[in-house]
């Protein structure tokens, strides 16, 4: 009985503390509520503007890009994923293949890849966004250095989250892909500008931790050295 009446009370006092976390912060759970209804709202408006235009109208990329990141605020990752690449689809159909204006949507979709932990999927996207800026690009030189840098930057932020048969690969891609925004600067005239010192400064980053991963050993070390 003594037993039974210990485990009781220490149940009032869990449940007690619970009741007080809760009740301390409301307005944690009244934000959640309201961002489920901004969710349903803008689902209504993506609805009502398939009735209107079609569903692959090119008017529903802008929703459909608020939708994902209204999705990955409550962590609805898989929703974000086929929301942003619902966008996707559509900006190809209505501009082309190649064209601009699905660079942001591509950056936004590699990202929700990242936070889904999606690796497979992360590099197929990470790849293809590569090729397209590298072989297909549209736009100015500046533009172009913007672009690179963010591909490589987010290879050594992927570096930091993957397994360790993947880190040596992103590794190496961040470094290479620097290195090219470096070049291409110095190549189109844009070596005076901020982004350029920012370029500058980024890869030193990279060959710092490539450098750490060497002296580390294993076969991180040794793929590095290759």
Request: aromatic share 8%; charged share 25%; net charge negative.
């Amino acid at each position: 009985m003594k037993f039974l009446m210990t485990k009781i009370r220490l149940l009032c006092v869990v449940l007690i503390t619970f009741t007080g976390v809760v009740d301390a912060n409301p307005a944690a759970t009244k934000d959640y509520a309201d961002l489920g209804d901004g969710i349903a709202q803008q689902r209504l408006l993506l609805q009502e503007l398939e009735d209107l235009h079609g569903r692959y109208d090119h008017q529903l990329v802008e929703p459909l890009q608020k939708l994902t990141m209204q999705q990955l605020e409550v962590n609805r990752l898989s929703d974000a994923a086929n929301s942003i690449d619902r966008a996707i689809q559509i900006t190809r159909l209505a501009h082309g293949l190649y064209t601009p204006e699905q660079y942001d949507l591509l950056q936004m979709g590699i990202d929700v890849e990242i936070r889904r932990q999606n690796w497979d999927d992360l590099d197929e996207q990470i790849q293809h966004y590569t090729w397209l800026i590298g072989e297909e690009f549209s736009g100015t030189h500046v533009e172009r250095i913007e672009r690179v840098m963010w591909i490589a930057n987010t290879h050594a932020r992927a570096a930091f989250l993957v397994d360790a048969v993947r880190r040596p690969g992103h590794l190496i891609d961040a470094t290479r892909l620097n290195e090219f925004a470096v070049s291409y600067a110095h190549a189109t005239h844009n070596n005076t500008s901020s982004l350029y010192v920012q370029a500058l400064y980024d890869l030193t980053q990279k060959y710092y931790l490539e450098t750490r991963a060497i002296l580390g050993g294993g076969t991180m070390g040794y793929e590095l050295r290759l």
